[in-house]
T-cell receptor
């Protein structure tokens, strides 16, 4: 799995968009970008994933640069319940026997 | 509701007393896995299972056993727990489908071994 780099922490005001960056300069052609989050001591939660096109679902949007070396997770209207550690993971679907390798992630704090 | 359940959610036990943490999923997923999470070490995979009767070691299998007799259940067994197995444990499951392997995690089991 390609290595990822994320800022250790970010703050966001409630109701504003939260933009979480992730660098993955060594990503290979068949690797996808996945985002998970973990609210304090709860089980990690899948958010979104993509290969090269921008993706959107009910939780978030994923913007992947054209060279695929970086991406941004966007929470359009952050709420207090979005306070969590966000993990960017680059991997081949089903690779490594489906094992997920979580880095240190970004602690997003949403402030009232 | 699609979910992964774990029981118990909290457990305090003593060294050497066998215990089982249950994991069950209702999504008909082939793949299931156990992770432990410790401060500063992140999530580490203990065991995984690709399907019924197919299990294999993850990164930290020592001191643990698993079984997969039914598709929905994947219990984690600690035959003789020790204090270094004090941790937060998560079960996860996933469908095995080309280009997607979204994983669903249980709520966690916080285990303390005295």
């Amino acid at each position: 799995d390609a290595k990822t780099t994320q800022p250790p922490s970010m703050d966001c005001a409630e109701g504003r968009a939260a933009n979480l960056p992730c660098n993955h300069s060594t990503i290979s052609g068949n690797e996808y970008v996945y985002w998970y989050r973990q609210i304090h001591s709860q089980g990690p939660q899948y958010i979104i994933h993509g290969l090269k096109n921008n993706e959107t679902n009910e939780m978030a949007s994923l913007i992947i640069t054209e060279d695929r070396k970086s991406s941004t997770l966007i929470l359009p209207h952050a709420t207090l319940r979005d306070t969590a550690v966000y993990y960017c993971i680059v991997r081949v679907p089903g690779g490594s026997n489906y094992k997920l390798t979580f880095g240190k992630g970004t602690l997003l704090t949403v402030n009232p | 509701e699609a979910q992964v359940t774990q029981n118990p959610r909290y457990l305090i036990t003593v060294t050497g007393k066998k215990l089982t943490v249950t994991c069950s999923q209702n999504m008909n997923h082939e793949y299931m896995s156990w992770y432990r999470q410790d401060p500063g070490l992140g999530l580490r995979q203990i065991y995984y299972s690709m399907n019924v009767e197919v299990t294999d070691k993850g990164d930290v299998p020592e001191g643990y056993k698993v079984s997969r007799k039914e598709k929905r259940n994947f219990p984690l067994i600690l035959e003789s727990p020790s204090p270094n197995q004090t941790s937060l444990y998560f079960c996860a499951s996933s469908i095995r489908r080309l280009f997607t392997d979204t994983q669903y995690f249980g709520p966690g089991t916080r285990l303390t071994v005295l």
